[in-house]
């Protein structure tokens, strides 16, 4: 057998078990992966947050008091009334 059909073969193969293993978890849990921090309760629930966010909230530590800073990855922006 030639090297580039067993590579193909094997690619085929690879794509075909994470394909399957995807279905099974749609299947057996009803709703897909929660990969996503916004919409994961329990890395929420443990206090991980997107990258975005922590970094601007980093930064808002350093602003003055009277700046604001919206949050642009999430319902809940500390400047709600900021007029920008």
């Given at each position: 057998?030639?090297?580039y059909l067993i590579l193909v073969l094997a690619t085929?193969?690879?794509a075909a078990?994470?394909?399957l293993g995807m279905s099974l978890t749609l299947i057996i849990k009803g709703h897909h992966i929660?990969?996503?921090v916004a919409?994961?309760?329990?890395?929420r629930r443990l206090?991980?947050?997107?990258?975005v966010r922590e970094s601007l909230e980093?930064?808002?530590q350093f602003r003055p008091a009277d700046d604001c800073l919206p949050f642009p990855c999430g319902p809940s922006s500390?400047?709600?009334s900021c007029e920008r």
């Open positions: 057998m030639p090297t085929v193969a690879a078990l994470f394909v929660r990969s996503e919409d994961n309760p329990h890395m206090g991980i947050k997107c990258a980093e930064e808002k500390d400047c709600s």
